[in-house]
């Protein structure tokens, strides 16, 4: 089994600083991409930004110089610094893992639950 559990969602106010957690835990082999999508309330999912396992770097234009993706790989835990942050980044913030386990020994694509992110003006 391969879990995703996120954390540090919550009420920031705009213009402040959040920043979320994805540990990865169970029978794990190896761990390609990861990364973080949002899901606003009544809206479509969308890539925030995703981090190979050498540290490349995507971000989607709407977040680009405020929002900062980074993992720790001997931790198996991925980060998103949320700096000034505003209004419309309120979302379900998501994070994947592209996971090869022990016990499914393919890559797949494996998620988190979720943690709310709300943005106060």
């Known amino acids: 089994q391969v879990q995703l559990v996120e954390s540090g969602g919550g009420l920031v106010q705009a213009g402040g600083s959040l920043r979320l957690s994805c540990a990865a835990s169970?029978?794990?082999?190896?761990?390609?991409?990861m990364g973080w999508y949002r899901q606003p309330a009544g809206k479509q999912r969308e890539l925030v930004a995703r981090i190979t396992s050498i540290g490349s770097t995507l971000y989607a234009d709407s977040v680009k110089g405020r929002f900062t993706i980074s993992r720790d790989n001997a931790k198996s835990t991925l980060y998103l610094q949320m700096n000034s942050p505003k209004p419309e980044d309120t979302a379900v913030y998501l994070c994947?893992?592209?996971?090869?386990?022990?016990?499914?020994?393919?890559?797949?694509?494996?998620w988190g639950q979720g943690t709310q992110v709300t943005v106060s003006s």
């Open positions: 169970g029978s794990i082999s190896r761990i390609n991409d």
């Open positions: 994947y893992g592209d996971i090869w386990s022990q016990y499914r020994p393919n890559w797949v694509d494996y």
